[in-house]
């Protein structure tokens, strides 16, 4: 099966600033990744699939790039409505599996 | 809107069964894979199981294989997780979500997951 790890593990960060997570797969995925963003009390919400394809809704603050084993989810000015945990998850063979996660916190 | 929606978990003792059920809407249900994933208390996202859009196919995690069943009635747009011989570490949110694509996808929407304690 596929690892995913994600770092850092939290991630302190001051609103308007720009915060860089990554995401880092055993094997090659190729771009089979996709980025979740999860609220205390919510279920996650697709952010990304494709590795850098965002998803309905997702604003453009948003970015995914990457592609093989080395993933990165790019927020370029921090809005207080983002503050959450982050997964990526992918999809390359059975079982997909999430990394996990990556909490962005206010500092 | 397309939807998902969650319901049956609830407390049960430890090697008793449940059944969890998820209700879609705003799409054709008999179209999509549909996935399980759980996260317990305080931790991360485990992906549970899969059924492929007609229920011809279905996969497991090796954590739930020979417990827990999925399976889905297409004229009733429900999908259901049969889970018996619980343990304490079954105890999790249940979330349904629909796959985005090809039934090894990207999940997309999510319910709102159902609690499952599973306790003495």
């Known amino acids: 099966e596929v690892v995913m790890t994600q770092s850092p593990a939290t991630l302190s960060v001051s609103p308007g600033e720009r915060a860089t997570l990554s995401c880092r797969a055993s094997q090659s995925v190729s771009t089979n990744l996709a980025w979740y963003q999860q609220k205390p009390g919510q279920a996650p919400r697709l952010l990304f699939y494709g590795a850098s394809t965002r998803a309905t809704g997702i604003p453009a603050r948003f970015s995914g790039s990457g592609s093989g084993t080395e993933f990165t989810l790019t927020i370029s000015s921090l809005q207080s409505e983002d503050f959450a945990i982050y997964y990526c998850?992918?999809?390359?063979?059975?079982?997909?599996?999430f990394g996990q996660g990556t909490k962005v916190e206010i500092k | 809107q397309v939807q998902v929606v969650e319901s049956g978990g609830g407390v049960v003792q430890p090697g008793r069964s449940l059944r969890l059920s998820c209700v879609a809407s705003g799409f054709i249900f008999s179209s999509y894979g549909m996935h399980w994933v759980r996260q317990a208390p305080g931790k991360g996202l485990e992906w549970v199981a899969v059924?492929?859009?007609?229920?011809?196919?279905?996969h497991y995690a090796d954590s739930v294989k020979g417990r827990f069943t999925i399976s889905r009635d297409n004229s009733k747009n429900t999908l259901y997780l049969q889970m018996n011989s619980l343990r304490a570490e079954d105890t999790a949110v249940y979330y349904c979500?629909?796959?985005?694509?090809?039934?090894?996808?990207?999940?997309?929407?999510w319910g709102q997951g159902t609690l499952v304690t599973v306790s003495s």
């Open positions: 998850q992918h999809y390359y063979n059975w079982p997909p599996l």
């Open positions: 979500a629909r796959t985005g694509f090809a039934e090894l996808g990207w999940f997309d929407p």
């Open positions: 059924i492929w859009y007609d229920g011809s196919n279905k």
